[in-house]
């Protein structure tokens, strides 16, 4: 169990360094908070008692050598912390390689009960095209098809280099071929017990290479590749694949050879996982696959200019008019993915990117908010996109109030919801709730330390997401409570975590921001803006908004009665359609 720090720890020469007056009552202050955050490391739930303990104690901080004194005890924690919870990070890295594979992936204990999956592979959960029983196990519709999968799920376990085919199906909603095979460095590496990974994706008559990609890849003949691909098609085993190619058995084991000795596998299981994951052009794969899975489709790349990757999802109708999402401060581009039916409706296709180290988005670090219209920019010139509108969600305003001032001869509108202003003073911030209040502030006078307390928060978000939400949404209005319970906020919740999937240094460097001067004069801007804003919206205040009202020339404000932060969620129809009409 961590301590709070030593006299020698805490250094007797800081209590030289505080005044006089009161002497006493801010040594003890500043022992309750070094206290605190050791505390915090052990139980990250205490985080909101620490960030009120900090926002309190910012006349502690008053001198620099202090602050800088206090950092250190936050560097320390969160050493010490990553030391006790390095498993957790491992699984964090291995979560995020299997979210990069165009593939649906499950990663399973030997009872076939759920370790891990991918993102794909959670929308097959959440589609029913396979389901989890009440002890977390995967199962099929079929209790023989579910029995057969666990047999060979706990084979699997047991050899090394094991793997077996198997479709699992629902009716007329279609078929899964499901690849089992053992996973034997994941046992050594983040569990004490064997896992096996399962590769799953839609049962048709091509396997998701074609014929073309794989003589291309591995230099096969083209009757190699047509085996290959229907043994990762519709074919579970060597027979059934020589068969449907029209070749004998033993002719197609001399086939596999070749085919083994060329890309450099031992065995079919090595094979089969090669070229569900390896190095194929995996462009078509992933449309494909994404298209079957699930649509919209929810993570895009393009390369920008500068060599950065730049992520973005896709939502609705993909020929209709072109929206620019820009996503919240704690946001990404997952976070209007809860009704895509109304986009469709409008002919509507909308393009949701993740800002700079959001989600899978490459990081930029110190850059300038200003230039972000440089890398929609190019977005939509890759996607052959002209001319398109902007819609804004909470901390996103700021983004969309840069494009309308970089590139206005390209926007045909912007729809600000739920806007929470721009340059706030001092009074404005006074306005908004304590969570808020004590965040932006510290953030705006203390920002090195605001920096360490978002990476403490960080860890409890991670890990108890539900904590976090009861203490940003206490003191909320009853709509957006209502919204907070329905099903639909299960979409922010996903958001929340893919914000941070880096860590939070882009999302601190964006808080820092909100609170600094941003040299955006909105009387400058020209673009055709609709303000959509709850009248009790209790996280960007009325007041706050109405500066921006007054100070927009070529705005409208539609303020909705008995309605919060989060009405982007009741409102949908009538922001899309409002949208689709400018």
Same mark, same amino acid.
């Given at each position: 169990m961590l301590k709070s720090p030593t006299p020698q720890l805490r250094g007797e020469w800081f209590y030289a360094m505080l005044p006089t007056m009161s002497a006493q009552s801010q040594i003890q202050a500043y022992d309750a908070l070094t206290s605190l955050i050791y505390d915090t490391a052990i139980d990250q739930s205490l985080w909101p008692k620490l960030l009120e303990q900090v926002s309190e104690s910012l006349h502690l901080l008053e001198e620099a050598d202090v602050e800088k004194f206090l950092a250190q005890h936050f560097d320390r924690a969160l050493h010490l912390n990553s030391q006790t919870n390095g498993q957790q990070t491992k699984n964090s890295a291995l979560q995020d390689i299997i979210n990069r594979l165009p593939i649906a992936v499950f990663v399973v204990k030997a009872d076939a009960s759920l370790f891990m999956s991918n993102e794909l592979a959670q929308q097959l959960i959440d589609q029913k095209q396979i389901t989890l029983n009440t002890c977390n196990e995967l199962s099929s519709f079929s209790k023989n098809t579910t029995e057969k999968l666990h047999r060979i799920i706990n084979n699997c376990s047991r050899d090394k280099q094991g793997g077996e085919y198997i479709s699992v199906s629902k009716g007329e909603s279609g078929s899964l071929s499901l690849w089992v095979s053992s996973t034997d460095t994941l046992h050594c590496e983040i569990s004490d017990e064997r896992l096996v990974t399962i590769y799953a994706s839609p049962k048709q008559g091509n396997s998701v290479a074609s014929i073309e990609m794989l003589m291309q890849a591995y230099s096969l003949t083209r009757t190699e590749s047509r085996l290959l691909q229907a043994l990762t098609g519709s074919s579970h085993n060597l027979a059934e694949a020589a068969n449907s190619i029209g070749v004998k058995h033993h002719t197609a084991r001399g086939y596999m050879k070749n085919i083994m000795l060329k890309t450099r596998t031992n065995s079919q299981p090595e094979l089969l996982k090669l070229i569900l994951t390896g190095p194929i052009p995996h462009a078509d794969i992933k449309q494909t696959l994404q298209t079957s899975v699930s649509e919209p489709k929810p993570c895009l790349t393009i390369k920008l200019f500068d060599g950065r990757q730049l992520a973005y999802a896709e939502y609705g109708d993909p020929k209709g008019f072109s929206v620019i999402y820009c996503h919240a401060l704690l946001g990404s581009r997952l976070e209007c993915d809860f009704n895509t039916q109304a986009l469709v409706h409008n002919n509507i296709r909308l393009i949701a990117p993740d800002r700079p180290g959001f989600g899978y988005s490459d990081s930029l670090p110190d850059r300038d908010p200003l230039l972000w219209y440089k890398d929609i920019e190019e977005l939509t010139d890759q996607l052959g996109i002209d001319k398109f509108s902007v819609l804004t969600f909470s901390g996103g305003s700021l983004y969309g109030l840069i494009l309308a001032r970089a590139i206005p001869e390209r926007i045909q509108q912007l729809s600000l919801v739920s806007n929470v202003g721009l340059n706030l003073t001092d009074k404005e911030l006074e306005s908004t709730r304590p969570f808020n209040r004590r965040m932006l502030k510290l953030a705006r !006078? #203390?920002?090195?330390?605001? #920096?360490? &307390?978002?990476?403490? &928060?960080?860890?409890?978000? !991670?890990? %108890?997401?539900?904590?976090?939400? /009861?203490? %940003?949404?206490?003191?909320?209005?009853?709509s957006d409570h209502h919204i907070?319970?329905? /099903? #639909?906020f299960s979409t922010l919740k996903k958001s929340y975590a893919e914000c941070i999937r880096q860590g939070t240094n882009e999302m601190a460097y964006e808080a820092i921001s909100y609170t600094q001067h941003v040299d955006i004069t909105l009387s400058d801007i020209t673009v055709p803006t609709m303000i959509w804003q709850g009248r009790e919206d209790h996280i960007a205040p009325l007041p706050i908004i109405q500066r921006v009202i007054h100070e927009l020339p070529n705005s409208e404000a539609n303020i909705i009665d008995h309605e919060g932060h989060y009405l982007l969620f009741t409102y949908w129809h009538e922001i899309i359609k409002q949208l689709k009409t400018s």
């Open positions: !006078k #203390r920002p090195s330390i605001f #920096r360490l &307390m978002l990476r403490i &928060m960080s860890i409890s978000l !991670k890990h %108890n997401i539900t904590q976090y939400i /009861e203490v %940003n949404h206490g003191s909320l209005c009853e907070i319970e329905s /099903e #639909r």
